[in-house]
């Protein structure tokens, strides 16, 4: 085979719009040892609690606000997320509260997807399915990892076991399932985190997040950091890791929807230390784009002499800052025999294609 024609390994899945609603700590059992979700979800200076947490009532007022006005507008197809917070360990009519404010903007086709996340811990498939009945679509999982020793080093409060039930009891639920891992917890290592790969590819949710730990001040994680007991992921080392995980993932037509936390306002100044980067996605996809196109080079049978991306993958191909650029160069693919075209697919040509 002279020529390779070859689609991009991501699957390719329908996204509505997120209409985010952020409920920091609530139902939260108790903050876990890196998390600081006022700063994480930008919600640092709403109506609060005694306890500094912002109020269900006004979340739920400016959900409300929110929707009526995009229903009002005739927007559709939206999706609407419940972050933050243990949502199915908040008071039950809490929950009820949330979702049956939200039904009437499904009836007019302005919201087509509701989800929530939550803890392994915090769920029970009858719990499930009451939700599944009053609207709700997809679970997402804060499993963070399947290790045991990183669930215990990170004071999780559950075990590897209840976090794969939990998985399965959403997949029997009938609910989407969405699972959130956080490679470089304390006690992790890159063997654990191609083991927390493998269980979640076993597992064959929906979609996955990847947020790679980072130690922000004000958590224990801080103390811990500064008294050098934890030592955080590399920047390099997470994107090599998180690029490897991509293409395990991809291989098998799991969606990750999401890489690194968003940079929040209130988020960026609190970084004390981690693999910290505002194109972290980019990077890591950029990686997992280059070891993909690699590896599907060597079924040519000589050197690539040109080859045509999708021009929405221009920039992954050439990497963050063009880090990519000598790869290619070394293997055939200087700047001049490479062309960006808008047709869906990779095309690559060898030496032995000449006329």
């Known amino acids: ?144 990892s399947f290790e045991p020793d990183v669930l215990r080093q990170s004071r999780r409060g559950y075990s590897a076991e209840t976090a794969v039930e939990a998985c399965l009891t959403v997949r029997k639920s009938g609910l989407e399932m969405g699972v959130q891992l956080m490679p470089g917890l304390p006690g992790s290592t890159i063997s654990g985190w191609f083991r927390d790969v493998d269980q979640t590819r076993a597992l064959a949710p929906d979609a996955v997040r990847i947020y790679p730990c980072l130690v922000l001040r004000g958590t224990p994680l801080s103390q811990a950091h500064r008294a050098g007991s934890y030592r955080p992921w590399s920047l390099s080392r997470t994107v090599w890791a998180v690029s490897r995980a991509l293409n395990s993932f991809w291989r098998q037509g799991i969606s990750v929807i999401r890489i690194g936390l968003a940079p929040e306002g209130a988020l960026t100044p609190a970084i004390q230390g981690g693999p910290w980067h505002p194109a972290m996605g980019h990077m890591a996809k950029s990686h997992a784009l280059r070891s993909w196109l690699i590896q599907a080079l060597t079924a040519l049978p000589g050197a690539p002499r040109q080859i045509y991306i999708p021009r929405r993958f221009a920039a992954e191909f050439w990497g963050h800052g063009r880090e990519h650029a000598r790869t290619w160069q070394r293997l055939g693919l200087p700047p001049s025999n490479v062309r960006t075209w808008n047709r869906p697919y990779f095309l690559v040509a060898s030496l032995a294609d000449r006329p």
């Open 1 to 144: 085979m002279n020529r390779l024609r070859l689609f991009h390994p991501e699957p390719v899945r329908r996204r509505p719009r997120i209409i985010p609603v952020f409920l920091p700590y609530h139902g939260c059992p108790h903050r876990c040892l890196y998390c600081a979700q006022h700063l994480q979800t930008g919600m640092s200076n709403g109506v609060e609690t005694a306890t500094g947490e912002p109020a269900l009532t006004e979340i739920h007022a400016k959900m409300r606000q929110s929707l009526e006005l995009l229903t009002a507008g005739g927007t559709k197809d939206q999706g609407v997320a419940f972050y933050g917070g243990t949502f199915t360990a908040l008071p039950v009519i809490w929950q009820e509260r949330f979702l049956k404010t939200v039904q009437p903007h499904q009836a007019a086709g302005t919201i087509t997807h509701v989800r929530c996340s939550t803890r392994p811990d915090s769920i029970n498939a009858k719990h499930l399915l009451w939700l599944r009945e009053i609207g709700l679509d997809m679970v997402e999982l804060g499993v963070q």
